[in-house]
């Protein structure tokens, strides 16, 4: 009896040693970079708990994000700019979302944009090219002012900044 439930531990610690090293391997692959063991746990274990979290039950059913209007894009712009090391973002297609109740006075954000690289120089021409080079994703905390709904500089992250191929 003993036998039949340590062969069933030995086949879940497998599963996760095997599970774990194609996640490395396919960040290596992808990235083309070591991988961030140390991140990609700490990813792992926070989307789990996240998962777990009975604070959490609203965030599991499904719902569509609520566009929001911000009256600082430009300085939420150059925020962007700073923390994800581009040359540029596009303020005009900046898509600011939130799940949150709009109702209340303070609110979570999601902010995506798209950003641009600096121009490639070749045989000493510039080329520079309309075509943004990355996807910046990013999330902050937002509250109501007397101008409207304003972000925190402070509390924005970047999520994500995904390369953009043509």
């Given at each position: 009896?003993a036998n039949k ?14 599970f774990e090293?194609g ?5 290596t692959i ?7 063991v ?10 789990i708990?996240?998962?777990?979290n ?13 566009p929001?209007t ?8 150059m925020q962007?700019?700073?923390l ?13 979302t939130t799940r949150?109740d709009?109702g209340?006075?303070?609110?979570t954000?999601?902010i995506?944009a798209?950003?641009?690289a600096s ?12 075509d943004?080079?990355?996807k910046i ?8 002012k007397g101008?409207?709904?304003?972000v925190n500089?402070?509390?924005i ?8 191929y043509q």
């Open positions: 009896m439930y340590i062969r069933i531990i030995l086949i879940i610690i497998l599963f996760v040693v095997f090293v996640l490395f391997s396919s960040y992808v990235t083309a970079e070591a991988p961030n140390q991140g990609l746990i700490d990813m792992q274990i926070d989307k708990t996240n998962f777990f009975p604070e959490k039950v609203n965030d599991a059913l499904i719902k569509d994000p609520t929001v911000i009256s600082n894009k430009k300085d939420v712009a962007l700019e700073n994800s090391k581009v040359d540029g973002v596009n303020v005009e297609s900046m898509n600011v949150d709009t209340n006075e303070n609110i954000v999601s995506e798209l950003g641009y121009p490639n120089s070749t045989s000493g021409q510039i080329v520079i090219s309309q943004p080079s990355y994703i990013a999330a902050g905390d937002a509250t109501f101008s409207g709904l304003r500089l402070n509390s992250t970047i999520t994500s900044v995904l390369k953009l």
